[in-house]
Nanobody
Framework: QVRLVESGGGLVQPGGSLRLSCAVS????????MGWYRQVPGKEREMIAT???????NYAASVQDRFTISKDNVKNAVYLQTNSAKPEDTAVYYC????????????????WGQGTQVTVSS
């Protein structure tokens, strides 16, 4: 069973920084991409940043040049460094892994963590 556990959320002042971590446990045949999403009440979950197996990254325009996604294949973890935080960054942040459970699987499965709250406020 694949399990994702986020950590590192909390309260940060505007202009401050936080580093979110996501530990991935369990067995997957392959991982296509890892990423971070966020959601505020009443809105859809939105992609913030993704990173592929080849370390190709993609960012939402709202966080470009402020957030950095990285991963550690040895630790099976993905990170999100959030800099220059803004009040509109306040949300629950979710870790995501897109992977194939077994050899021969055609479909890619989305796995989600439970989320970690980030609040940007003075």
């Amino acid at each position: 069973q694949v399990r994702l556990v986020e950590s590192g959320g909390g309260l940060v002042q505007p202009g401050g920084s936080l580093r979110l971590s996501c530990a991935v446990s369990g067995s997957l045949f392959s991982i296509e991409a890892m990423g971070w999403y966020r959601q505020v009440p009443g809105k859809e979950r939105e992609m913030i940043a993704t990173i592929t197996g080849q370390h190709t990254t993609n960012y939402a325009a709202s966080v470009q040049d402020r957030f950095t996604i990285s991963k550690d294949n040895v630790k099976n973890a993905v990170y999100l460094q959030t800099n220059s935080a803004k009040p509109e960054d306040t949300a629950v942040y979710y870790c995501n892994v897109k992977g194939r459970p077994s050899f021969g699987d055609i479909n890619v499965i989305n796995y989600w963590g439970q989320g970690t709250q980030v609040t940007v406020s003075s």
